[in-house]
């Protein structure tokens, strides 16, 4: 999950992750412990901000798959835009907010009830 004991089936640990920050992620998840534990996704995590970039910047993604947003050329300059520039990310956030929320315009789709789960189809009643 996070890269700490076997990023990639390599047998080692992520290498982008800063050290310090390593082992905190070490005694909050150690090897063989519980697998259901929960995290902060960043160093703010009561403040709506753009900390969330600024620490995948410095190496401290909590999950993997948040840090590889850096590492990954094709996303690296927005990590970097936002982390830099807070207002920038408030505007993309907005933008992104406005277009989840026109899913229901007539295109296929739907608003599902459990956001982990299909909607079950309707149930055509015969009174």
């Known amino acids: 999950m996070f890269g700490l004991y076997n990023q990639f089936g390599s047998g080692k640990v992520d290498p982008t992750i800063e050290p310090?920050?390593?082992?905190?992620?070490?005694?909050l998840c150690p090897l063989g412990g519980d697998e259901n534990v929960i995290g902060d996704l960043d160093a703010t995590p009561r403040v709506f901000d753009n900390q969330y970039?600024?620490?995948?910047?410095?190496?401290?993604?909590?999950?993997?798959?948040?840090?590889t947003l850096y590492t990954f050329p094709q996303t690296r300059e927005y990590v970097k835009l936002f982390s830099e520039d807070q207002d920038e990310f408030f505007n993309a956030f907005v933008e992104g907010m406005l277009k989840i929320s026109d899913l229901q315009s007539g295109r296929p789709g739907e608003i599902r009830t459990n956001c982990r789960v299909v909607n079950s189809p309707p149930v055509d009643v015969l009174l």
Not at 20 to 27: A, F, G, Q, W
């Open 53 to 67: 970039f600024k620490d995948l910047v410095v190496g401290r993604g909590f999950l993997n798959s948040d840090q």
């Open 20 to 27: 310090c920050y390593r082992e905190k992620l070490n005694r």
